[in-house]
DNA sequence: TGAACGTATTGAAACGTTTCATTCGTCGGG
DNA sequence: CCCGACGAATGAAACGTTTCAATACGTTCA
């Protein structure tokens, strides 16, 4: 079976290989009639183009390439979805790929987002500084940055705040009438983590004296570290108990969570409980979990809009949101 | 700054391009002091080859593409991530598209990735049957469906037995000496629920009259729907109580706990309980989640071994394994 | 010493499209 | 009745690689 190309449709329809391209790329241009033999050819021979050769000689990919740590994680999972939304209204796909924090593959699907000549490249970096990336800007493939500090540099990027994050969790604790709150989360070497203790920090202090702030590190932020956590501290005298725990993300919470109602605790009456992420199970915990909500779709939407150059800013960082549910509404 | 292409590398080094092209792609071929040359020019000039150009010369892409509903579920996660190993060592990239069930937004990236030349297209449907397959597959893109019947059609596909999972479930209840399983999920038209159900009754008919299964339908497999069955259920005078439950997915079992804990039933010495899918969150659930798991790593490594033609197998179906944690085993 | 051979390099053709300067008709206005 | 203009279609050039037959240059063997 050989290959199908402009040419035979030409063929087939009586007319140029001129005119089928045109027919291709821009048919208001073309006589009514012609469009319709033209179709009709491509149709009955099953014409596909050659992507390759038409972006060769266009230059044109109208393809966004997305690289990302991990594409299960619900926060890159939502970035995908809201780049997607965006590029599909600038006529784009957006390809991803997954480095699972390995720089080997990352520079690889890189390298490759530029050699197949991208649109644009969405970036969240497996390491820091990334590696390539002078060369790749300097091919001429824009490249944004996802929820990764340019430190300086002067890269574009889209971020989230997570020290206003934890100011606004915390802020919410102390207006729900707490004032012995918890921090759980850790390693602090994670930088979202060590942001978010910032604003609790921050929030705790602006709030005067009579606020207590304490940290309760963990070694990882999963369900199982925040239940190790949540039993250690339940196990305190109640005097001593924070009333309120602000949870580095949802798993520690949802750890934590399960902790505290093993132990007979009452959230949010004797303990209330806000994690972070606002994940989608948070909704669906035992008691329904309070959360920060970072804006993922929006920063996909906005890094793909950067890409296209249809928005001119170079760095942009949102506000997270706050979503009360059961176990903060006492 | 003008586009650099092996026509300027070939200049700096003072070679023809015919020899960059041999240094980029079959380096063994050449004298290494050559090599070396052409590597420096590649370097300080900052060359990056035209994708499309070689694409378009030499046919092939080294690309392969998958096409799945929903990124984020970890199932298709696990798909892909197996896909990846294995296109890894066959010098592929995984490009990932994600359909999230719009049948437009299917066909659009089949049709890219066909134009595009990817060496094949990985495809969990969004609709059955499946629209261009038929185009793409004669265009002479290989496409393998994953975890999707092929009902009759002779497509190439790779799936994992939902029939032998439910009977793998319950036949483990009923060897753990439990006699009253419960089966909780629905609805029953999506075809994983209806398999596993169908793997259920089989497993309990094989034991004998003395086990009774009864079937306990939810509007959705969502951790909240798992719940509500749970209340009803817990409700029931205990004799009236199932003394296991097996449910269609791990989300449901999630549920149904929750609401079997906050009413105090001991899980497994009340009631066993065993979900489906092995989801990460199963081990860190209040009591361990026993449940069945699918193979989705050796799916995707074994649709890309199809599609690349390492393995001339044209529909394989897996085994699901069981996963035995604290909830069935008193 | 010459022929035969092997290795390293070269130059040009080819991949399948888009684009652009031309050509071809046709129609309206002077 | 002719000219200019305009819409539609044409044909060939160009995109930047890879590939392949041909060439150049040593080296080995008879």
Redesign the pocket.
């Known amino acids: 079976m050989a290959?199908?190309?402009?040419?035979?449709?030409?063929r087939a329809a009586?007319?140029?290989?001129?005119?089928?391209?045109?027919v291709?790329?821009?048919r208001e241009?073309?006589?009514?009639?012609?469009?319709a033999r033209v179709d009709a050819a491509i149709a009955e021979l099953g014409?596909?183009?050659?992507g390759?050769?038409?972006?060769?000689?266009?230059?044109?990919s109208l393809t966004v390439g997305a690289v990302v740590l991990d594409a299960a994680n619900p926060f890159f999972a939502d970035v995908i979805r809201g780049a997607e939304e965006q590029a599909d209204a600038s006529e784009h796909a957006v390809l991803v790929g997954t480095s699972g924090a390995d720089e080997a593959r990352e520079r690889r699907y890189l390298d490759l987002f530029s050699e197949q000549g991208a649109d644009g490249i969405l970036l969240s970096p497996a390491a820091w500084p990334p590696q390539r990336l002078a060369q790749i800007a300097k091919r001429g493939t824009p490249v944004v940055l996802v929820d990764a500090q340019p430190e300086g540099s002067a890269l574009p990027s889209v971020a989230v705040d997570d020290v206003a994050g934890g100011a606004l969790a915390v802020s919410h604790l102390i207006g729900a009438g707490r004032r012995r709150i918890g921090f759980v989360g850790g390693p602090h070497r994670i930088r979202q983590v060590a942001d978010r203790w910032t604003g609790a920090q921050q929030a705790a202090e602006l709030a005067g004296g009579n606020v207590e702030l304490e940290r309760f590190d963990t070694p990882a932020t999963t369900v199982l570290a925040g239940r190790a956590a949540g039993e250690q501290l339940i196990m305190r005298p109640a005097p001593r108990r924070p009333d309120a725990l602000f949870c580095a993300n949802d798993l520690v919470a949802v750890g934590v969570m399960q902790a505290l109602v093993l132990a007979g605790a009452a959230i949010p009456d004797d303990i209330a409980l806000i994690g972070y992420d606002d994940i989608d199970f948070a909704a669906a915990t035992m008691v329904a979990l309070s959360s920060v909500r970072q804006p993922a779709r929006e920063l996909g939407a906005t890094a793909v809009r950067m890409l296209l150059g249809e928005d001119d800013r170079t760095s942009v960082t949102f506000a997270p949101e706050l979503v009360v549910r059961e176990s903060t509404d006492g």
Chains 1, 2 share one sequence.
Not at 52 to 59: D, E, F, I, P
Request: hydrophobic share 40%; proline share 0%; no cysteine.
């Open positions: 290959r199908i190309g402009v040419r035979d449709v030409a009586g007319v140029s290989v001129g005119t089928v391209s045109h291709l790329n821009h241009k073309v006589a009514a009639d012609t469009v014409f596909v183009r050659n390759a050769a038409r972006q060769l000689r266009s230059g044109r």
